[in-house]
């Protein structure tokens, strides 16, 4: 018996894919955030990044995951109809 595991990231991607899709495949972060994850990576290659940074660097990270979760399965639901 194979037993299926979902993370929590992979059950809000597919509820965000689910509401509306093409909107899913549509988003990209604000021009804002985009800056910001760049200050902080140029950071860490310089200076390196406090504990503070770090968390907010993981942050981005963890819902850049989320978002490329959603669109995969937003995709696939796009692929079915």
């Given at each position: 018996?194979?037993?299926?595991?979902?993370?929590?990231?992979?059950?809000?991607?597919?509820?965000?894919?689910?509401?509306?899709?093409?909107?899913?495949?549509?988003?990209?972060a604000?021009?804002?955030?985009?800056m910001?994850v760049?200050?902080?990576?140029?950071k860490?290659?310089?200076?390196?990044?406090?504990?503070?940074e770090?968390?907010?660097m993981?942050?981005?990270?963890t819902?850049e995951?989320?978002?490329?979760?959603?669109?995969?399965?937003a995709?696939?639901?796009l692929?079915?109809?």
């Open positions: 018996m194979v037993v299926e595991y979902n993370s929590v990231y992979d059950e809000l991607a597919q509820f965000l894919a689910s509401l509306s899709p093409r909107k899913v495949l549509a988003y990209k604000s021009t804002k955030s985009q910001r760049n200050e902080l990576l140029e860490n290659k310089t200076k390196g990044l406090t504990e503070e770090k968390e907010e993981e942050r981005h990270m819902v995951h989320i978002v490329r979760l959603a669109k995969a399965n995709l696939q639901r692929d079915t109809k």
